[in-house]
């Protein structure tokens, strides 16, 4: 392994001045409905609305200053696009950030919002790749990867650090998984600090990609896509599956449905605003008594930044 | 006035067992976007979602245990019901709550999951207080209105306190109004814990009775009703608007445009689900920077019980 307890330290005091410490919610009535003691910690009130910062950010300090004269460079349409403009931003040099032209206009604006610049390319990953190739060529930039890249592991696995230190009767966590970032450092962070602390995932039946890895040990693509969980529509890469297939305890499946139900009981009883990549670890604890009954359960809420023109589609009027 | 410092010195200390102190949140891309330094005193993380719990609870405590023994009556389709119903769970007495037949159904459920009885009556003022001295005659039940009482208004006074606590750099506190008891109880609370503290309000136009009574110095109706903003449709009472005008620097209106732009603006910036009532303030200081500019303002985010199946009406998709 070549990420050490060290390298999550250090991660944690150099990004400290720039992300916030978010806070660990608890809620008396969502315990009581579903019997499981929940700690949330809320990354959706983090720097740009999500647990990315602490990746991105971590990967930007790390470089020379020779690297950051020339800049950062990334492909992304979510919140690994915020995070990179914004550390470009902190840091005082670019960020280039491609996105694919189907990308909603809130969040290139967003980015747009950092002073990053943004290119434009078709919506496929090849056409991505390519693009993103070709800057880095002029430009001299350097690729900082959504999650397959050692830096923006170490920089995830400061989340359930600071998780551990606030509840150390912690028992469980749980994360989303797309790509695997969250979840392979999760898995480091559980392994160092706190190594009888156990770790799950949820995913959507709709982006099942990481359960079948899990299962063949190799990364696989997903049978299909189709989820409101657009956070988690990545696959696996070599570096974060062996992490996982390492640490994790399992991985569970969840409906749409069960996502959206999720997302319902955290903006009635919490009050709170969550995307839905982040509620399908809670949701995956719903529907998964017979692992959490009883305990004390983490979950990383990984971000809040919804486009909220699609909340009539989740929550329909009843009346109509 | 019959309101003292040592009432809601000792309202504060009787109700804190029984409720949150609630977090103020600040917001830097807010704060920029507005040349405001905002203080978000965050009542939708209260106990039953809303503010509302401190006047039911001062009052309900007040009560003699003669008169505990037979129960506790309102009349509400909105928090106070919720907050009555709490009251009456949590120190053992019957909570009646008359509610209009067309009250959302899950609010009738929420008023009931904390084993109150619901009395259906019609829709309208006539009906609510007819049935409502019915009950009361019946059972012997004390009514607790929803504002025009002294305890309810010592109650909800304890909130800006807690914020003059957490802020002492306060210059400004921005509530909503619908019958008055946060306004009239925030008024009185900045007067004795704050002179200084200037107290404005936010009202929809929708419902813009306040500050009709306010210029004419008496109870006056709206010259209509229509908002989203359902918690604000009362009018204010001789003894609310008694306090309110000896205190209150002024009362703002906002459109239904600018309650929705400002929820809007929350919910995407700070990730906190917020009702419509709770965003009237905000709105309103936004409306008018020559008031607030470069200034300490407080808001009274008053509660976040909100009927997700709404949100597609208030966010509609753009796509469509």
Chains 1, 2 share one sequence.
């Not at 480091?188 to 982006?207: Q, R, T």
Request: glycine share 8%; hydrophobic share 40%.
């Amino acid at each position: 392994m070549h990420i050490t307890k060290e390298a999550i330290q250090i991660a944690a005091e150099k990004i400290a001045p720039y992300i916030h410490k978010t806070p660990v919610l608890t809620n008396s009535s969502i315990n009581e409905i579903t019997g499981i003691n929940f700690y949330f910690k809320c990354e959706q009130f983090q720097k740009i609305g999500a647990f990315k910062i602490r990746g991105g950010m971590n990967a930007s300090l790390n470089l020379s200053s020779a690297q950051l004269q020339k800049g950062v460079a990334t492909h992304s349409s979510g919140n690994h696009a915020q995070a990179m403009a914004f550390a470009g931003k902190t840091l005082g040099t670019k960020a280039y950030i491609v996105m694919p032209k189907t990308s909603p206009q809130v969040k290139v604006d967003a980015v747009k919002g950092y002073g990053a610049a943004v290119i434009m390319c078709e919506p496929n990953q090849q056409a991505r790749e390519e693009t993103l190739n070709d800057i880095v060529a002029q430009t001299g930039a350097t690729f900082v990867h959504p999650y397959d890249n050692d830096d923006v592991i170490t920089g995830q696995a400061t989340c359930v650090k600071e998780l551990i230190e606030e509840v150390p009767e912690l028992e469980i966590v749980i994360t989303p998984v797309g790509g695997g970032g969250l979840l392979s450092g999760t898995c480091l962070g559980a392994h160092y600090f706190k190594p009888s602390l156990k770790v799950y995932a949820g995913e959507p039946e709709g982006a099942a990609d990481a359960i079948l890895s899990l299962r063949s040990g190799k990364v696989e693509k997903a049978p299909f896509i189709k989820t409101i969980a657009d956070g988690l529509m990545t696959t696996l890469s070599e570096r974060t599956l062996a992490i996982i297939k390492e640490h994790v305890t399992d991985i569970l499946l969840v409906t749409e449905e069960e996502i959206i139900a999720a997302m319902r009981l955290l903006y009635e009883r919490m009050k709170i605003v969550v995307e839905p990549s982040a509620v399908v670890p809670f949701a995956a604890a719903m529907k998964h008594p017979e692992f959490f009954k009883g305990k004390n359960v983490g979950i990383i809420l990984s971000g809040g930044n919804v486009d909220l023109t699609k909340f009539g589609e989740w929550f329909p009027s009843t009346i109509n």
